[in-house]
């Protein structure tokens, strides 16, 4: 009897080529009707096409990154939870554990997380986070900051945040958690609403590099001899 050959799925780009951008829409329409995904997704076509590419780079079910992605202070994000649990269920490290030192509630309190190689048995530890270290960075003091009401819990998630990012960069694919976002962001006033779906924030962040750009260029040095004159797009050929 002759073996059945099978082809394992491989990740697939929504926006590689026409095709597989003109299937991710039908797919995405399901979505954007759906009561059961979150708010900011219902009815934004863009947001949930953008959240597709990202599930199928990670190979996660789109539902569980729709409904564990927030838009903090414009930047898209995971909730840590979900990034640890991405980890856990990757197959390749044992579960994450958390090794607690120093007097709790002093500054040299800290927690760091622990796994193990399942391939070689080699034990990894991430780094050590304090107290003193979320005061230094500025987390600490921050209004409204949770490190104040639960800190062992968020030195969880930045511990394990840290050995994530560490050992399997590619597990959170370069997106920072949350509770990073929300630590690491000035409280500042900002001229222009916060967007609040995955296109706006895109949007957002395109002008802002468009900016930046055009500021380099105003403070650039002048040189001596005249320079060829450049059209505005230019240099993204």
């Known amino acids: 009897m002759a073996k059945k050959e099978t082809t394992a799925l491989q990740p697939m780009n929504v926006f590689s080529n026409i095709q597989a951008f003109e299937d991710a829409q039908r797919m995405a329409k399901v979505f954007v009707s759906s009561p059961l995904v979150p708010q900011q997704f219902r009815g934004d076509l863009g947001s949930v096409l953008i959240a597709l590419n990202m599930a199928n780079r990670m190979q996660a079910d789109p539902l569980m ?27 390749r490290y044992s579960a994450i554990r958390y090794q607690f030192t120093g007097e709790p509630n002093t500054d040299e309190w800290g927690c760091k997380a622990i796994t193990t190689e399942l391939a ?18 500025g987390w600490y003091g921050k209004a409204g900051s949770k490190w104040k009401t639960m800190p062992e819990l968020m ?27 929300l ?11 916060a967007p609040t779906t995955l296109t706006e924030a895109a949007m957002q962040m395109v002008a802002v590099d468009a900016e930046s750009e055009d500021v380099a260029e105003d403070t650039a040095p002048v040189a001596e001899e005249q320079q060829p004159e450049q059209t505005l797009f230019g240099d993204e050929d």
């Open 120 to 137: 070689t048995g080699e034990v990894l530890e991430g780094t050590n986070v304090t107290l003193a270290m979320a005061k230094s960075e």
């Open 183 to 193: 630590d690491i962001t000035d409280k500042v006033v900002q001229e222009t609403p």
């Open 65 to 91: 990154v729709m409904q564990n992605i927030y838009i903090v202070h414009g930047k898209p994000s995971f909730s840590s939870s979900y990034l640890i649990a991405c980890f856990n269920q990757c197959g």
């Open 155 to 181: 030195m969880r998630y930045r511990a394990a945040t840290f050995l994530i990012r560490t050992i399997a960069p590619e597990i959170a694919q370069g997106f920072q958690t949350r509770e990073e976002v």
